[in-house]
């Protein structure tokens, strides 16, 4: 399927659904993103010379972690569920979400450590790092489907870092197209977010979780190239 077909599914999935996805993750974007904001005040307000990080702001990124895999959860098993035409309970999804809590973390934390290795390990040798840089979004392509895998295929940690490599590899152009749908979002809601912080910041939080709210669209257009793309049962037997 080509991939204005994609976008083109997944514009009309997201504006038929806008409703229920909000009332599914608003609530949790704006946890996340006020943890984000407190975080990032914290940082800005660090002592350059001698920055402290203790006991809270561990407590507070441990937080921002779970929070972040209970919103993934969330968004793909409500995505799983509009698949297949059946309707969706935001308390039942809720509920359901923290069972892959635990698997979405980990898999998150091995997934960003494989991402960023390229580019950390190349920064060392001055203007390789680019060569780094493009192993890092290369790698973030490939592994782009780990949570579709641990939630929908039910697959551990490892097993969806695997799975997710194998079954990206004929799509990885067409996925990291879908995934630079990240740079028109980012660099609008900086602007925005820019604009609100000069404001107050309950007018930034507002608009850091609309910017958010936005780029699910991103999740939805990923999965719906996931679902053309996955192998049929009888194709897997």
Known sequence: ???????????NFFRNHISQLAILTVPILFIQVGIQ??????????????P?????????????????????????????????GHEAN???????SL????????????????ILAPVMLFAAFGPL??????MSIYIFARLAYVNFMVVVER???????????KFSGPIAFKTLMVLMLYIPLSLIGGSLSSLAQSVGFPLQL?????VAFMGLFVNVALFRLYMVSRPKLDEQV
């Open 52 to 84: 402290q990080f203790g006991g809270l702001h561990m407590a507070a990124v441990m937080a921002l972690l779970l929070v972040f895999s209970l919103l993934i959860a969330a968004v793909t098993i409500f995505l799983e569920i509009r698949s297949q």
């Open 206 to 210: 507002i608009v850091e979780v609309f």
């Open 1 to 11: 399927m080509p991939l204005s077909a994609i976008f083109t599914e997944a514009y």
């Open 90 to 96: 935001t308390a039942l999804i809720l509920k359901t």
């Open 37 to 50: 904001l407190w975080l990032g005040m914290e940082m800005a307000n660090a002592d350059l010379e001698n």
């Open 99 to 114: 069972n892959f809590v635990p698997g979405l973390l980990l898999a998150g934390v091995f997934s960003g450590l494989a």
């Open 155 to 165: 697959l551990t940690p490892l097993e969806a870092i695997k799975g997710s490599f």
């Open 129 to 134: 790092w680019l060569v780094g840089l493009t």
